[in-house]
């Protein structure tokens, strides 16, 4: 029975590793001091797995204002070659602490986020439009590819 316990737990890794998804890349970043329309480093999806593009921010902060950003609105951005970049669509990450968002399994390109506006409270009621000295946090950010 001992014999059979080594090849046995090899198997069943072996299954359980196969059948899950692993992301083609990811990176850990920060940003500091930045406004409305900042815009990331740029990212390479090959498009070699099944897996969606997340973007994760922890600890948004507002540098100006009251020190708290309790969410901000992020855009991906597909680049096109020698063509415009195409908007993939803007979601809310509420990020006091924590929060994540999953844009789906994107065709292969190029692609990055920019911050399009930031606020103070949940409900959006103070948007930030990062004019006279309204700065963002976020420390530590991670993309997922």
Sequence with gaps: MKKLIGPLLGLILSVVLAGTA?????????????????????????????????????????????????WVDITLWRHNFALPATHMGTKRLN??????????????????????????????????QCEGGNVLDVDPLNVGY
Excluded: H
């Design 95 to 128: 990020c006091y602490v924590y929060d994540a968002k999953n844009w789906g399994d994107v065709a292969a390109a190029d692609y990055q986020f920019s911050v399009y506006q930031f606020g103070p409270n949940p409900l959006g009621l103070r948007t930030c």
């Design 22 to 70: 692993l992301a083609e890349g990811s990176f850990t970043s920060s940003m500091y001091d930045v406004r409305k329309n900042f815009s990331s480093r740029v990212w390479v999806d090959k498009n070699l797995d099944n897996v969606g593009t997340v973007i994760k921010f922890w600890n948004c902060r507002d540098g100006a204002v009251n020190g708290s950003t309790d």
